[in-house]
T-cell receptor, first 114, second 109 residues
Framework: SAVISQKPSRDICQRGTSLTIQCQVDSQVTMMFWYRQQPGQSLTLIATANQGSEATYESGFVIDKFPISRPNLTFSTLTVSNMSPEDSSIYLC???????????FGPGTRLTVT | GQNIDQPTEMTATEGAIVQINCTYQTSGFNGLFWYQQHAGEAPTFLSYNVLDGLEEKGRFSSFLSRSKGYSYLLLKELQMKDSASYLCAVMDSNYQLIWGAGTKLIIKP
């Protein structure tokens, strides 16, 4: 299994500012994902963070709004840029096991935009 | 399109058995996952099925029928702490997870 930590665990931010969320894994992993989960809803994949190349974004998510870095196989960051109240959500980092038979989630970052 | 269906909410009694169903239509199939998510917490991995049949892990079992696009999660000897949302997710041909909306399970004493 993989142990994943995220920073910050929660934040309250003002409209128009940006927040960078960090994700650290205790082992090297190939695939890292960033999800968003709004209250009472299921998970929505934002992007796949690729080591050494640009992230792959899902429909409805763009790099200018959600820039992602993946400098190595154990670390990634997601920035939520020019925030609005609609960005208030839980942001989750996730990794897939080597055999693709397990997926682990970080504890999440609870973001509130005022 | 890709679609995962599961009931929105279920209620069961402590000590009983409950079965949460999940049906799916996806572009390719590389396995089906079940997760448990308590309110305010991240999802926790429960099970993975890629072949037809039943996988048992203690009080929890998961079943898959690929020909029917169907899975269920069976929870036995229910405990109050099992009150949570249960998420079904299918890994498609691109190894991306397609998520169901989750089933909120309410356990009553």
């Amino acid at each position: 299994s993989a142990v994943i930590s995220q920073k910050p665990s929660r934040d309250i931010c003002q409209r128009g500012t940006s927040l960078t969320i960090q994700c650290q894994v205790d082992s090297q992993v190939t695939m890292m994902f960033w999800y968003r989960q709004q209250p009472g809803q299921s998970l929505t994949l934002i992007a796949t963070a690729n080591q050494g190349s640009e992230a792959t974004y899902e429909s409805g998510f763009v790099i200018d709004k959600f820039p992602i870095s993946r400098p190595n196989l154990t670390f990634s960051t997601l920035t939520v840029s020019n925030m609005s109240p609609e960005d208030s959500s839980i942001y989750l980092c996730s990794v897939v096991g080597r055999e693709f038979d397990e997926q682990y989630f970080g504890p999440g970052t609870r973001l509130t935009v005022t | 399109g890709q679609n995962i269906d599961q009931p929105t909410e279920m209620t069961a009694t402590e000590g009983a058995i409950v079965q949460i169903n999940c049906t799916y239509q996806t572009s390719g199939f590389n396995g089906l996952f079940w997760y448990q998510q308590h309110a305010g917490e991240a999802p926790t991995f429960l099970s993975y099925n890629v072949l037809d049949g039943l996988e048992e892990k203690g009080r929890f079992s998961s079943f898959l029928s690929r020909s029917k696009g169907y899975s269920y999660l069976l929870l036995k000897e229910l405990q109050m702490k099992d009150s949570a949302s249960y998420l079904c997710a299918v890994m498609d041909s691109n190894y991306q997870l397609i998520w169901g909306a989750g089933t909120k399970l309410i356990i009553k004493p």
